[in-house]
């Protein structure tokens, strides 16, 4: 997995869509404010950072949620440092990745700015009050060798419908397993195959409002 890059085409606004799976990268109609709406706001975010608050993704794409994570972070002011690990399949050329979130001018891009090795964003960054970790590969491997666990996850992989595979209810196991007591998972779906499996991983799931065009998504809580 590790030498396979994203394949995409733009549509009108510089809207990254994946040929592979035939889905847009984020929501064609605000994909910031998706962002803010389902990952932040659906783990209780950024009410609950602190010093090292560790947040793990499924699905890195161009990078915008941990921009938007970012910028929160900063704008509220927390001492200390953000984790942030992110599993990725498909990584995207850094000239693509900055194309596609440069239409979002107040979000931190600097940071990914002169960060490539082999023309995608390198695996590790750090940065003053932040550590960025991206781990190549198919995260139904990678995540089970994974060896840390998370405060909150953004499950931001494609469509299920689309790309099955990264909500699987094997998957949801290990992020189950690689999740404090406590915390938190969000996604823009509500498939019940997909709820159902972080149900059967522990977690306590509800299905909330969603963003935009869609009606639900779903929210879910590891008991303490």
Known sequence: MQDQ????????GDVPVSTQFDDPYFSLDD????????FLAGNGLPE???????????????????????????????????????FEAF?????????????????????????AVSEVLSPVIHGPDFELHVILGDARETLAEWEDQADAWYLDGFSPAKNPELWQADLMMQVARHTKPGGTAATYTAAGFVRRGLVEAGFDVTRVPGYGRKRHMSVARKPD
């Open 48 to 86: 609950r950072f602190c010093d090292g608050f560790h947040i793990a993704e499924l699905g890195f794409g161009t990078g915008l949620n941990f921009l938007t994570t970012l910028k929160e972070w900063r704008t509220a002011g927390v001492p200390g440092k953000l984790r942030f690990s992110s």
């Open 31 to 38: 994909g910031l404010e998706e962002t803010r709406h389902v």
């Open 5 to 12: 890059r994203a394949k995409l085409e733009w549509r009108t």
């Open 91 to 115: 990584p995207m050329r850094l000239e693509d990745l900055l194309r596609a979130v440069k239409r979002f001018a107040d979000l931190p891009t600097e940071v990914f700015e002169n960060a």
